[in-house]
């Protein structure tokens, strides 16, 4: 069955807005500025510079860059939640969050406090950093008393979030959810994802034959999805389905088959009951690593035949992690909302393919999906312990 995005939030190293958004990925704009918190090295982040949302008092005690992400990307979508909240009542709407690192930045404030000056802050409390707080968070600041789910399964989490809240309204125990995910940046993964040598030093290349490492990012994407079609709207994106899988090949390292991430997108074309040949864009997981590209291009030739358009929001934004699920298949909502005439994200990169890889279609800025409609669009994400999971929106051309 079919359940329905009406609204999205989002907020990334390209604005905190959707429009923002929008214009720095048809504009190939790469929002990466260095980072020299990696002891003995030198690397590039995507950071949100915009004004964040600032923290009702009610949520102060949980306080977190992590948690103003969020509120950035959900003060977009107050309105449409607040008139579902009256439609269905507070019970009726749930919270699925994705994250990764939640509030970790506040204990490392916590931790430098003690270590320069014998004793951390008087109002640091460890809440603010416990992973399974987000949900929680978001139900209290929109008044729900619907359920509320946090998930943490790495770069995976919040595409496996919109995977709970999709089978939350098909069950019939909610009939409305606020999902996605936000990830703040915080030195542990950034030094964490070092110590793997997966950082690259230079902003992330994407599928290139000089790529060496991921780029981290930080940001929020939050949807309000329905299972009905509400009246007097604008056609919503479609969510249809959302395959998983777990290939447990590596703690960190992908199947070098792909068998995991082959059989989450096939376990998604089943549920939609589509062939591989109707889906017309593929947004990569393309991290920039050199196991997960040649992993992910192996998959999407074998899958596709057709050679969909494709591309890798990361060489724009870096990689959000916990939040990259929600915050990808945000950017597949955007081109199927926001942007007319068929326009797509495009693939940024140095533009030198590695022809090691099974080819791949790259949209380059201006491609254009033909003028067919609807159009179907899938967004994988692949985690650490062969954690994967695959998306499938469909949506018709804007025509605004």
């Not at 929002?31 to 949100?48: E, H, L, N």
């Not at 950035?72 to 439609?87: G, W």
């Not at 947004?283 to 291009?297: I, S, Y």
Request: proline residues 6%; aromatic residues 6%; glycine residues 10%.
């Amino acid at each position: 069955m079919t359940c329905y995005l009406q609204n999205l939030g989002i907020v990334n190293a390209l604005g905190t807005t959707r429009q923002a958004v929008l214009d720095g990925l048809l504009n190939a704009r790469q929002a990466f500025s260095p980072y020299d918190q990696v002891p003995g090295k030198s690397t590039f982040v995507g950071s949100v510079s915009g004004h964040l949302q600032e923290i009702p008092a009610a949520l102060l005690p949980w306080r977190s860059r992590n948690l103003q992400l969020a509120l950035t990307a959900l003060v977009q979508i107050a309105d449409d939640v607040k008139t579902l909240r009256q439609r269905y009542g507070a019970a009726r709407i749930a919270v699925v969050a994705g994250t990764s690192t939640s509030g970790i930045d506040a204990g490392e404030a916590a931790i430098q406090s003690a270590v320069s000056n014998g004793e951390r802050p008087a109002d640091y409390r460890y809440q603010q950093q416990e992973i399974g707080n987000l949900a929680g968070l978001v139900a209290r600041y929109f008044e729900l008393d619907g359920p509320a789910l946090t998930l943490s399964t790495a770069c995976s989490s919040s595409a496996h979030a919109l995977g709970s809240a999709r089978r939350l309204l098909l069950s019939g125990l909610a009939d409305a959810v606020v999902v996605g995910g936000s990830d703040s940046l915080c030195r542990l993964t950034v030094n964490g994802f070092s110590a793997l040598d997966s950082i690259s030093a230079l902003p992330v290349q994407p599928f290139s034959r000089h790529r060496d490492g991921i780029t981290i990012g930080e940001g929020a994407a939050f949807f309000l999805m329905t299972r009905e079609q509400l009246p007097d709207r604008p056609e919503p994106v479609r969510l249809l389905a959302v395959g998983a899988s777990s290939d447990a090949h590596h703690i960190s390292a992908p199947d070098p088959q792909g068998g995991g991430a082959e059989a989450a997108i096939r376990m998604a074309l089943q549920q939609a009951s589509i062939s591989p040949e109707q889906v017309d864009y593929v947004n990569l997981h393309g991290t920039g690593t050199p196991l997960n590209d040649a992993m992910e291009a192996g998959v999407v030739s074998r899958l596709f035949p057709h050679q969909p358009w494709c591309s890798s929001s990361k060489g724009q934004i870096g990689h959000t992690l916990g939040a990259a699920g929600a915050m990808e298949a945000g950017i597949c909502w955007l081109f199927l909302t926001l942007a007319n005439d068929g326009q797509l994200p495009p693939h940024v990169f140095d533009g030198e393919y590695d022809d090691r890889l099974p080819p791949l279609k790259l949209a380059v800025p201006g491609s254009r999906q033909q003028s067919s409609s609807p159009r179907i669009m899938l967004s994988s994400s692949f985690a650490f312990g062969g954690n994967n999971a695959a998306v499938l929106l469909e949506g018709s051309f804007s025509n605004d």
